[in-house]
């Protein structure tokens, strides 16, 4: 089956999610059969939102189903991160739309998931997803508007020692946090100031932050002016 047009892409994309028919997938997701088949037959455009829709049932990346292109063959220089959540107050971070961080970082994560795209002024040797830093609370009192780039490869614990760090708890509660060399191993001290309660959690994930990029050192950009061109104006620096 050729694959050179966004309708092909479809029509493999349900077959290889195990559908054996067009009215097959669209009856076990609810889809008006008429309209779905019309979209795997070319005789109607597909629209981003609702190629989006596709991509999750079939389990293939939205960039995929739309180009063609799987994340590693878009032309994304080093000089480009997706922004995927903010940090906030005690360094909590915030992941908008999508929660679970082990699917963004790791395993071929996907620009249809991120919230804008981060053009830096740094060359990167990493692939990393990007935090952006809204108010944040003493001591740990980050500079609003820059970014911390999160390496894509998690850590264990006796690594990750010494290191700022993104770490996700056993309540799926994700947070920035130094990992001292002395923490006991298994376990991480949320508190941030020294004469607050200790707050113990389990980290169940860790990836190390490897780089800060100070605010006017990148520019913000949407996943639509990325992926389709941006003019001059499209500018808004971060």
Known sequence: MSKD?????????????????ASDAARAF????NTYRSHENGERGIKNGVAEKYSKAFNVSFLYLLTGKGYEEMEFSSFHAPIMGVVGSKLHVDFRKYKRTRSLLSFGFTMA???????????????????????TDP???????????????????????GLLCL???????YYIRHIPQDEEAGRINLRT??????????????????????RGRWQRFTRKQFLHGRSNDDDAAG
């Open 5 to 21: 047009l966004i309708h092909e892409r479809l029509a493999s994309a349900r077959l290889a999610a195990g559908f054996e028919t």
């Open 30 to 33: 609810g889809w008006n059969e």
């Open 113 to 135: 998931h991120a919230e804008a795209v981060a053009e830096l002024t740094v060359d990167l040797n990493f692939i990393a997803i990007a935090l952006e830093v809204g108010e």
């Open 139 to 161: 001591p740990y009192q980050l500079e609003p508007g820059s970014l911390l780039l999160v390496e894509d490869e998690p850590l264990q614990f006796e690594k990750a020692r």
């Open 167 to 173: 770490i996700e708890t056993e309540a799926r509660d």
């Open 193 to 214: 100031m020294p004469w607050q309660q200790p707050h113990f959690v389990v980290p169940t994930w860790i990836a190390a932050v490897a780089l800060i990029v100070p």
